[in-house]
């Protein structure tokens, strides 16, 4: 069974940063692609940001050119550094990484609170 851990949410005012780490419980190079997605209650689940194994990378439009999805394969770990953050980035944050074959998987999720 594959775990990816994440960590770094928190409580942060508008105008702030965090930033996210994810790391698997394998290479991060086995990943064809790995992302984070952020979830409200009574809401779907929504992709953030994804990066692929060629390190192309893609972005929600709210969170373009605020958010930057990286990759550091010394620490086998999956950042999102949130800058600018608004009250409505207001979420639980999920690591997601796919695996081809053996499918997707998902982290526990990190809550980030962003107050006004």
């Known amino acids: 069974q594959v775990q990816l851990v994440e960590s770094g949410g928190g409580l942060v005012q508008a105008g702030g940063s965090l930033r996210l780490s994810c790391t698997p419980s394998r290479s991060i190079r086995s990943f064809t692609d790995m992302g984070w997605y952020r979830q409200v209650p009574g809401k779907q689940r929504e992709l953030v940001a994804r990066?692929?194994?060629?390190?192309?990378?893609n972005y929600a439009d709210s969170v373009k050119g605020r958010f930057t999805i990286s990759t550091d394969n010394a620490r086998n770990t999956m950042y999102l550094q949130m800058n600018r953050l608004a009250p409505e980035d207001t979420a639980v944050y999920y690591c997601n990484g796919g695996l081809n074959v053996l499918g997707r998987f998902w982290g526990q999720g990190t809550q980030v609170t962003v107050s006004s």
């Open positions: 990066v692929l194994s060629s390190g192309i990378t």
